[in-house]
């Protein structure tokens, strides 16, 4: 294992797997629940967010440089370990299978309607297990250049609706009430708290003490993202139509009309913002093979790669038959989902790896 | 090992190869396209009847190739389906056209006075469920059928869809009686507070057809398309008409006026009266709401400049005092347009203004009351004007025309 | 030329070399005999056996191969030999020890103990003497013969810069490196490689500059080649690449003397191999392929254009046909109005899809290309000239391709000519390939998908260790002064960090405060 990630790397890896399908489905929930405030409710995510991303760091930072599951194994016991191991697999490949079918799912309402979905699922796991063949660093790098691209295309995209834009329409302010904008609140949030890769990707890390930073940027540059976009299509849109609208980020560029021969350019973005997509499911896939690799103590990861990808394909094509199945799962399902793996899961770990402080050490000595 | 997975690999790399080589499946070449440019909603009374303005592109183009040159053709080709929603009656067009509609390049929406009065909220579900269509096109109501609009060519133009989609945006900027309102804003209108909105018309002047290339041969055609009257919705229906005077008092009190022209009477020392008439380029609307003693009322300050492009009355324009009755005339002027608009708005029971957004923003407590029953609240609040007119610029000319041959005739 | 069984030769030049694997004897007769057993019957092989007077018993003879010999330097050792032989001298040491030091006329002489090293000195052009009663020959070097002289590099021209090439002979380009650099830190390491050709590779560095492992892994990797024949610097490129199964160029090469001195300055390590005038120079990074010398003569504004120019055909000339595709059969909507009419127009008579038409113009290109480098000169250029416009507005006109995609097959074509580095194009022509079938079975999504997988193959690319998308992934913001754009020559104080060894502190190359500024000094 080669420590070989720096910072802005793990930045680009925390916000590019926070902010491709947070971006696609936060601004329609939020919206939906709390109207014209919506962004309000981005605004707490984001603070309680950065809070999150500390906590996430701060457990981080006790790792003494062991790979993360050998770590817990080496406080909490084995079998607590391997547990873990299991469980954040499974959690990891489930979010893989989920993110997937989300983006084909966009894919096909946008833009490729007649193509079965099989394919775009089969086409979109083997980029995700062909860039991870490299091992993390390869990634790391790809995101990092990923993250570049967006800086550069997200300011045009927003600079290019600059006159559609109307702030008034979020006016008045708190309009919606403090129920509906606390309910809006928990997508953004729950989206916000898969900043816990960072448990996973820290170990790799070139300077691991600099997690913290990399951990606070990287939520802080998500919670921007959605925040614009939030903010963008409300004053575009006023609050009424935009709640009716699936993908409000592309309805927002697709009615950029500059001159008269810069039309209907959703489609670049659309791209753009895949490969985005495309990092966050490599990161994902990343975290299931990696997990079980070491939990299940298998020798070679390339066979569990290819196996998991596999297994991703069948259970993605079995699991929804319906696009509709898959759009509630998002909505209600999930919520317990990610909140049991993002939050109580890391919260069960600190708090194991309080209580047993003292044994870290004595253990290391012992161990063959 | 290794070289199992990579022959697996290769497996599915060939696989995916045989995509290329069966046609995929969204693919579409470019001449099985028949490219819309204009798209004509009707209602028969019981079916919707969609009219497609299609493109000829061996028509138009002069580029070379196997098609072009010989007798001249078309560029437009116009045919109408029915249905029960307006999606069947797009797929009924598979049994007449040899080419699969394509929407994307659209450029207006005309709907018929009929169906804008029953409602076209199928029209707009449409237009946001599908990716084809596009949200910017614009969107024009037509006294006659959309279909008999569609079939009229138009002068210095040879896709009448661009045409008309350039003609509102011309007028929209150029003279802002009538606004453009693309599909997006028409849905963002109608759920808004006040669930009104506006539409431009268009329609025939004249009686003939001119539906033939023969119009293309003479210098005149006998019958054209034109912007006309401003139509009012609201709650998804049609309810009225305004005219083009009210209709710039909308633009004015919407803040939505860029450019236009307004004339104002003058009178000069001999008695001759005239007009003068003064192009208006920047103005901006300020519309607040005013709560006294549980009283709403409204107060409109617009901030007008403009400049002085053509003058009747024998007048000396340099002289300060000249400019300040002109420019008090405009503001008079300006004033009677937003009055009767409202007035006319209020008459017809719908907001077309913005005020309701305007009141929930700044009282949005009282806004729970209101909206209860807001056409009401609406009609009994009052509206006072400050129009401040400047004129900035006189032109060329220190003197008008009128004070010259005046003078002369004097002595 | 090609890659025999390596097994199989093995056996029989072991059984070979086990016969000849002798010392030499002081019978003088035994050892020529041996020696012509080992070179062969050739008639080109002289031997000329010579006496000398103060040396009655002992007789010397001369071997050389005519041909690969300098003839004058052969004349003036010969003169020197018989003058000498003619001298009467008192000397107790003995013929071959008065020989190697008082009648040589050459400056490289060095002892011999084996009839293998003699017969291979032999072959490479030296001069051997066998002296009789002596355990010991002399190899003298000898080596010249008929080569090439120095002229302009047919194939990195520029426009402003020298015109100096490396031509085949090893000699002759280590000459040619030595007068630019001519610092005591500049390394030379020799080493022979290829059982039959037994070319000669050296191996080219500043020490202390380069960094030591990756030095030390060129010549790890060199040393591992196990093949009968390198016949060219690319036979080497391909052993010691990093990785087999990529498209890009892991190793740059390079015609000019300037070019590799300066990689070398910047840490770089030069492979020149004798018999071709193309060098290596490894580690290769994404960047320094679209890097040519005379960005660095030219002033930096017109270089940092240039450079963006090259990166953006890069891009063209991978994508340009894929997106045409991708565009004009999926979302016709991006579009302009016009220009879709247009495109539909010229469409209407045309039989094959998109996909099918780019597809043969591609085919058809290549064939062009690999036509036009085999023609005689003369026709040449008439053939191009004929071939290009007529062949398309010809195929236009018949209706078999429309005008559109003949112009973005040319324009790719042209593109892909602007990269510098010809290896690197050739990539994006066969990355072009890939790409125009993704993106015509999935649009645009189909052309994200393969840059995504390319992407993620280059950030896991390495050249002797070193990331290859360097300045980028990992940034390192300093290095980005001289990768796609060129900041002028006061501006670029220290050696781009990562190439050069960690040793010696990153030394200023440049002294400070060099901005030209006509008022700083005295007027």
């Keep these: 294992m080669k420590r070989e990630i720096s910072t802005l790397q793990t930045v680009a890896i925390v916000i590019n797997a926070i902010t491709p399908t947070a971006v696609l489905s936060v601004p329609g929930v939020a919206i939906g629940f709390a109207s014209n405030d919506g962004w309000i409710a981005v605004l707490i995510a984001a603070a309680a967010g950065v809070i999150i991303a500390i ?23 084995t079998a607590t370990g391997i547990f873990i191991g299991v469980l954040l697999g499974v959690y990891y490949f489930n979010a893989f299978c989920m993110i997937v079918r989300e983006f084909a799912n966009f894919i096909e309402d946008m833009v490729l309607d007649e193509t079965p979905i099989v394919m775009l699922i089969v086409v979109m796991v083997a980029v995700s297990a062909f860039s991870i063949a490299h091992g993390i660093e390869a990634m790391a790098r790809s995101a990092a250049l990923v993250l570049y691209l967006i800086m550069i295309i997200v300011p045009i995209s927003v600079g290019l609706n600059f006159d ?82 699936s993908y409000p980020l592309f309805n ?58 596999l297994l991703a394909v069948a259970t993605i094509i079995v699991t929804w038959p319906r696009n509709t199945e898959h759009g509630q799962y998002v909505m209600i399902e999930s919520v317990p989902f990610f909140t049991l793996f993002n939050l109580i899961i890391p919260a069960c770990i600190a708090i194991g790896l309080l209580a047993t402080r003292g044994r870290g050490a004595a253990k290391g000595e012992q161990a063959p | 090992m290794r070289s199992t997975i990579r022959s697996a690999m290769m497996v599915v790399l060939l696989l995916l190869l045989c995509v290329a080589t069966t046609g995929c499946w969204n693919r579409i070449e470019l001449n099985e396209l028949a490219i819309t440019s204009a798209t004509g909603v009707d209602w028969d009374g019981q079916n919707w009847v969609m009219s497609y303005q299609v493109l000829i592109p061996a028509a138009i183009s002069s580029g070379i190739g196997t098609a072009g040159g010989g007798t001249p053709q078309s560029p437009v080709i116009v045919y109408s389906t029915k249905g029960k929603s307006i999606r069947e009656a797009m797929m009924h067009s598979y049994s007449e056209s040899p080419r699969k509609l394509f929407y994307a390049h659209n450029r207006v929406v005309i709907i018929s006075e009929e169906v804008a009065r029953r409602g076209f909220n199928e029209l707009l579900d449409v237009y946001f469920r599908n990716s084809g269509p596009r949200e910017t096109v614009s969107m024009l109501v037509t006294p006659g059928t959309a279909r008999r609009v569609l079939e009229q060519f138009m002068q210095l133009v040879i896709i009448p869809g661009e045409g008309m989609k350039d003609i509102i945006m011309s007028e929209a900027r150029n003279a802002s009686v009538l ?39 003479h210098t005149t055609i006998p019958s054209k398309l034109k912007l006309g009257r401003l139509a009012i919705l609201h709650n998804d229906r049609m309810i009225g008409w305004m005219n083009r005077k009210q209709s710039l008092g909308v633009s004015f009190l919407r803040d939505e006026v860029k450019q236009t022209t307004i004339t104002t009477p003058c009178t000069d020392e001999q008695g001759h009266s005239g007009f003068d008439t003064l192009v208006i380029q920047r103005s901006s609307t300020k519309l607040k709401p005013k709560l006294t003693e549980g009283k709403l009322s409204y107060n409109a300050k617009v901030h007008v400049s403009g400049v002085l492009t053509e003058s009747d009355c024998a007048q000396n324009l340099y002289k300060p005092d000249i400019i300040m009755k002109m420019e008090s005339a405009a503001e008079q002027q300006i004033q009677q347009v937003l009055k009767g608009a409202w007035k006319k708005g209020q008459q017809m029971g719908a907001d077309v203004f913005g005020a309701a957004e305007k009141a929930h923003r700044k009282y949005p407590k009282a806004w729970k009351q209101w909206s209860k029953d807001w056409n009401s609240v609406f009609g009994e609040a009052p509206l006072e004007v400050q129009v401040d007119f400047r004129i900035t610029r006189m032109g060329l000319s220190n003197k008008s025309f009128q004070y010259m041959t005046d003078k002369n005739k004097k002595g | 030329m090609f890659m025999s069984n390596n097994k199989r030769k093995q056996e029989t030049n072991t059984g070979r070399e086990r016969q000849v694997e002798q010392l030499l004897v002081p019978d003088l007769d035994q050892n020529m005999e041996r020696l012509q057993l080992f070179l062969g019957e050739g008639a080109d092989i002289v031997h000329r056996t010579l006496t000398h007077r103060s040396f009655p018993d002992q007789r010397y003879s001369l071997f050389y191969i005519d041909g690969i010999v300098d003839g004058a330097a052969i004349g003036t050792m010969l003169l020197g030999l018989l003058e000498d032989g003619n001298k009467i001298i008192e000397s107790t040491d003995g013929l071959y020890t008065h020989l190697t030091d008082r009648s040589i006329a050459v400056g490289k002489i060095r002892p011999a103990e084996t009839i293998q090293e003699l017969g291979y000195a032999v072959l490479e052009g030296s001069s051997v003497i066998l002296v009789e009663g002596s355990l010991k020959a002399i190899i003298i070097d000898t080596t010249g013969g008929e080569s090439r002289s120095v002229e302009e590099p047919t194939s990195q021209t520029v426009v402003r810069g020298p015109k100096e090439g490396f031509t085949e002979n090893l000699r002759t380009n280590t000459a040619l490196m030595r007068r630019i650099i001519k610092s005591p830190k500049l390394r030379f390491d020799y080493k022979v490689i290829g059982r039959e050709t037994r070319t000669n590779v050296a191996i080219v560095y500043l020490q202390g500059i380069a960094q030591d492992d990756v030095v030390q892994e060129v010549h790890r990797r060199i040393d591992q080649i196990e093949i009968d024949a390198i016949l060219e610097s690319g036979y080497i490129e391909e052993f010691i690449q990093d990785k087999a199964f990529t498209p890009f160029p892991l190793i740059q090469n390079t015609e000019r003397p300037d070019t590799a001195c300066a990689s070398i300055l910047e840490g770089q390590v030069v492979i020149m191999v004798s018999g071709t005038p193309f060098v290596l120079i490894a580690p290769a990074t ?14 930096y504004d017109i270089s940092t254009f240039l450079r963006l120019i090259r990166v953006i055909s890069f891009f063209i000339s991978m994508l340009l046909p894929s997106l045409y595709i991708a565009i004009t059969t999926f979302h016709q909507e991006m579009l302009p109005t016009p220009l879709l009419i247009s495109l539909a127009a010229q469409r209407e008579g045309v039989p094959f899809p998109a996909l099918v038409e780019a597809f043969l113009m591609e085919i058809t290109f290549e064939i062009l290309r690999e036509a036009g480098v085999r023609m005689p000169r003369i026709i040449g250029p008439a053939i191009s000239i004929v071939g290009a416009l007529v062949l398309g507005q010809a195929a236009v006109q018949a209706g078999l391709v429309s005008a559109a995609m003949v112009i973005v097959v040319s324009f790719t074509a042209i593109a892909s000519f602007v990269i510098p580095a010809v290896n690197m194009g050739v990539a994006a022509r066969l990355i072009r390939f890939a790409l125009m079938i993704l993106g015509g079975s ?47 020559w006061w501006a670029m104080r220290k050696r781009p960090i990562g190439m050069s060894s960690n040793q010696v502190p990153n030394q200023n190359r440049i002294g400070g405060g060099k901005r030209p500024d006509p008022d700083q000094g005295g007027a």
Excluded at chain 1, 55 to 77: D, K, Q, T, V, Y
Excluded at chain 3, 468 to 475: A, D, G, I, T
Aim: charged letters at 15%.
């Design chain 1, 55 to 77: 906590a996430m760091a701060a457990i981080c930072r006790r790792n003494p440089g062991l790979l993360f599951l050998e770590w817990i194994e080496s406080r909490l016991g």
């Design chain 1, 164 to 245: 559609d834009i109307n702030f008034k329409e979020l006016l008045p302010f708190f309009d919606a009430g403090a129920t509906r904008i606390g309910l809006a609140t928990i997508a953004p949030l729950l989206w916000l708290s898969e900043v816990s890769i960072l448990l996973i990707v820290q170990p790799y890390m070139k300077y691991p003490k600099s997690v913290m930073r990399a951990s606070v940027i990287g939520s802080i540059g998500s919670s921007l993202q959605l925040l614009l976009v939030t903010v963008i299509s409300t004053s575009i849109f006023g609050a009424d139509v935009v709640r009716m609208m």
């Design chain 1, 252 to 309: 927002m560029v697709g009615i950029v009309e500059v001159g008269e021969f810069v039309e209907r350019i959703e489609i670049f973005t659309i791209s753009v913002w895949g490969m985005t997509m495309y990092v966050k499911m490599a990161v994902f896939l990343f975290g299931a093979v990696h997990c079980f690799t070491h939990a299940l103590r298998l020798k070679s990861s390339m066979h569990v790669l290819f196996s998991i990808s």
């Design chain 2, 179 to 217: 606004p453009n309102i693309p599909v997006y804003q028409m849905a963002m209108n109608l759920t808004s507070d006040a669930k009104s909105s506006v539409l431009p018309e268009i329609y025939i002047s004249g009686n003939e057809d001119t539906s033939t290339l023969d119009s293309f041969t």
């Design chain 3, 286 to 299: 994404f960047v320094k392929f679209f890097q040519s010398s005379e960005d660095y003569y030219q002033r």
């Design chain 3, 442 to 488: 999935f649009g645009l999504f189909g052309i994200m998908s393969g840059l995504m997988v390319l992407l993620a193959h280059m950030s896991g690319l390495r050249s002797f260790g070193k990331p290859y998308l360097l300045p980028f992934s990992p940034l390192i913001i300093s290095n980005l002064k001289d990768a796609f754009i060129r900041v002028p």
